[in-house]
């Protein structure tokens, strides 16, 4: 019992350590303006630039040399920052960028048919279509996901982690926005909610990021839920909501998934306005974490932008986390405390970045930027 306790007083010591020293000069190293009003549309406007900028001169690839396609997951999270960019600031470099992105890719998926991942590329190509109307750029992908349609399989099996909900089904809500066919969104429907049902913890409001995790535990002994994964969700939902009907029978299981999950991470932030890769146990990984942040700060701002969140409940959360964010871009553009690629809550350092948390932090100001506009 004396050594138990001893380890546990030993443990502690270091969080404080890193907690009370680290994380306080990491922000000091990190700010890239502590003097701006970073609530300014043009500061917001201008940060955001800067990061689109250095993520597209300097592209961050898979760990995996089988799995680095062109089109791939991770630049395929980054291109919907990109759209935001564009779409913010109506610079057409940004559109230009994703258009050569797609055409480099020849507009094709990545080799899996259907797998989640491997079409995520879609949600790029069909936005860049809703603009120059090309047919050329969702040939593929119309094609790719009508084979899923056909094969009808359940979500818990194709879409069995919960990343998916990011990659997949937004792409099946804008190639309903493409063609008005209403099959893209029953698939869609289908898929999605088998996945929430098997993977979705009700009594913490969160997501398990696949089976694996049901019963794993923390060295804490809490529950493990991965930060990343569950703003992977709660962006796919609102990327879903953005272009479902409003008449669609479903529509308010999203809305409702999207206010249970804003209740649910809110009251999980840090003082200082990160979210920490564990959810439920900040002093594992104690250091900040920024994709998930983003995406986090990316939907609640898109819920009150939208009328789903209470305005005085969740801004103090969405300026939390905007400043944080913040704080986390080096001068050069770069995105710090990125989570490397992983399945579930890991180190990270002020060093450490990937395209998916720029990607995260575009999506996050496009939103942002929205609210102190009005």
Known sequence: MKRYKMKR??????????????????????SSAPTADIFDPDFIVEIMRKVADY???NPSHHYSEKLDYPMGWVPASFYPGVMACYETTQDEKYLKAAIAWGEKNEWKTAPRMGYADDIACGQTYLETYFVKKDPKMIETIRSVLDSVVTLDTPGREDWWWCDALFMAPPVFARMYKATGDKKYLETMHKKFWDNAHFLFNKEDGLFYRDERYFYRRTKNGKKMFWSRGNGWVMAGTVRVLQYLPKNDRQRDWYEHLHKTMARSVAVLQSDDGYWRSSLLDPYEFPLPETSGTAFYCYAIAWGINNGYLDR????PVVKKAW?????????????????????N???VSFEDTQAY???????????VVKIFQK
């Open 312 to 315: 005085e409940t969740y801004l």
């Open 345 to 347: 809550p890991d180190e």
């Open 55 to 57: 993520q597209l001169e």
């Open 323 to 343: 400043k944080a964010l913040v704080n986390a871009v080096h001068p050069n553009g770069k995105i710090g405390w990125v989570q490397a690629i992983g399945r």
């Open 357 to 367: 948390g720029a990607g995260g932090f575009l999506l996050a100001g496009s939103e």
């Open 9 to 30: 007083y030993f443990r502690a010591s270091i969080f404080l350590i890193v907690f009370f020293v680290c994380t306080p000069l990491s922000r000091m190293r990190a």
